[in-house]
Nanobody
């Protein structure tokens, strides 16, 4: 059983940056960052595959967000730049045990979830 703990959320102004971290208690393969805004469904923001072969970014964050992994620390980070008020939501880290070169875009493909970290961007 892998445990995931997110950190790095907070309240920032539009245009600011935040760096979210997802610390894992064990080795993970595919990792995704999802977010959920009030009244909306959870959506995939970015993902990275096994061995970092592939990455995925939702259109609404391309060019602003970057996902990366530190294997030595069992951590996957999400660097978020040029934040917008519409980026507000709870950000969740998810991990899967499947060793796949393609990223997983569906929440159902992930085996473990963190508790989430709140990101609030004021205008």
């Amino acid at each position: 059983q892998v445990q995931l703990v997110e950190s790095g959320g907070g309240l920032v102004q539009a245009g600011d940056s935040l760096r979210l971290s997802c610390a894992s208690s064990g080795r993970t393969y595919g990792v995704g960052w999802f977010r959920q805004a009030p009244g909306k469904e959870r959506e995939l923001v970015a993902a990275i595959s096994w061995r970092d072969i592939s990455t995925y970014y939702a259109d609404f964050v391309k060019g602003r967000f970057s996902i990366s992994r530190d294997n030595a620390k069992n951590t996957v980070s999400l660097q978020m730049n040029s934040l917008k008020p519409e980026d507000t939501g709870v950000y969740y880290c998810a991990a899967r045990e499947t060793r796949a070169v393609a990223v997983a875009r569906n929440a159902a493909e992930y085996d473990y979830w963190g508790q989430g970290t709140q990101v609030t961007v004021s205008s």
